[in-house]
């Protein structure tokens, strides 16, 4: 397939990934959900979603190495991160598909909960009976999402929000979890003949403004308290639950 990018939709595509990243540095989230929308304008919901694995894995990998400190303040979630990666695989399958809408409005009916309880009942934690039931059923609905629609950040940095990590084993966590999902990503997509070489370099390209941005997301990161944290973690699954019920309106 054959295409051309002027300097205006390269401008707007460095603009998507650039803000992705920063917020990603400073709150370990939010890089596919505001970078794929602006790529998938120009390019298309596939050839997006393909091309934001190379920065996503990148992006991860940086979080993991910056804050490696961490690995014994975040307890592996084994109820969760099977479940998601099982259903990561099955989404990727259905990526061309499946029912772009029906998806949506499920992840933002279930994030809407998770935000429900995280701001009326602030101690809300996910342990116990509770917890060993809703995790790997919302851990199922968004590794589908993840797979086949290569966002799941509200969902996920919920559930991971709800553990009561310190800021930076929280943004640890988020880069564990999401960077194993690239990497079964990349793999199912390779099978598939779904990452062509254009691809492979569209997502080397994109490296340049996520370095550049994410390095000083994670230097914002060190001046914010706890609470400052929080807050601004919280704001930003609102502000995406606006998004994707928006988007699930608009079908």
């Known amino acids: 397939?054959?295409?051309?990018?002027?300097?205006?939709?390269?401008?707007?595509?460095?603009?998507?990934?650039?803000?992705?990243?920063?917020?990603?540095?400073?709150?370990?989230?939010?890089?596919?959900?505001?970078?794929?929308?602006?790529?998938?304008?120009?390019?298309g919901a596939e050839h997006a979603i393909v091309v934001m694995q190379i920065p996503g894995l990148v992006s991860n990998a940086w979080?993991?190495?910056?804050?490696?400190?961490?690995?014994?303040?975040?307890?592996l979630r084994y109820n969760m991160i099977f479940p998601a990666c099982a259903f990561t695989i099955l989404g990727v399958w259905f990526l061309e598909v499946m029912n772009d809408?029906?998806?949506?409005?499920?992840?933002a009916i279930v994030v809407g909960i998770f935000l429900a309880l995280l701001l009326f009942n602030p101690s809300f934690k996910l342990?116990?009976?509770?917890?060993?039931?809703?995790?790997?059923?919302?851990?199922?609905?968004?590794?589908?999402?993840?797979?086949?629609?290569?966002?799941?950040?509200?969902?996920?940095?919920?559930?991971?929000?709800s553990f009561r990590l310190s800021k930076e084993a929280y943004v640890f966590y988020n880069g564990l979890l999401f960077g194993l999902f690239n990497v079964i990503q990349i793999?199912?997509?390779?099978?598939?003949?779904?990452?062509?070489?254009?691809r492979f370099v569209e997502g080397c390209l994109a490296l340049i403004p996520l370095l550049?941005?994410?390095?000083?997301?994670?230097?914002?990161?060190?001046?914010?308290?706890?609470?400052?944290?929080?807050?601004?973690?919280?704001?930003?699954i609102v502000v995406m639950e606006i998004k994707l019920v928006w988007e699930a309106l608009s079908f």
């Not at 793999?187 to 254009?198: A, E, K, N, P, R």
Request: contains cysteine; positive net charge.
């Open 63 to 75: 979080l993991l190495w910056r804050h490696k400190g961490e690995v014994k303040a975040a307890p």
């Open 101 to 107: 809408g029906i998806i949506i409005l499920l992840l």
């Open 187 to 198: 793999i199912v997509m390779l099978s598939l003949g779904m990452f062509t070489t254009q």
């Open 127 to 161: 342990d116990g009976k509770i917890g060993r039931v809703c995790t790997p059923i919302a851990s199922m609905v968004g590794g589908f999402v993840q797979g086949a629609a290569g966002v799941s950040g509200p969902l996920f940095s919920t559930l991971i929000l």
């Open 1 to 43: 397939m054959s295409y051309s990018l002027d300097l205006y939709s390269l401008l707007i595509i460095g603009l998507g990934l650039g803000l992705g990243a920063f917020i990603k540095g400073l709150t370990g989230m939010g890089l596919p959900l505001v970078a794929i929308p602006f790529i998938a304008g120009f390019l």
């Open 212 to 236: 550049v941005f994410q390095f000083l997301g994670m230097r914002a990161m060190g001046y914010a308290s706890q609470k400052v944290f929080t807050t601004a973690v919280i704001a930003v």
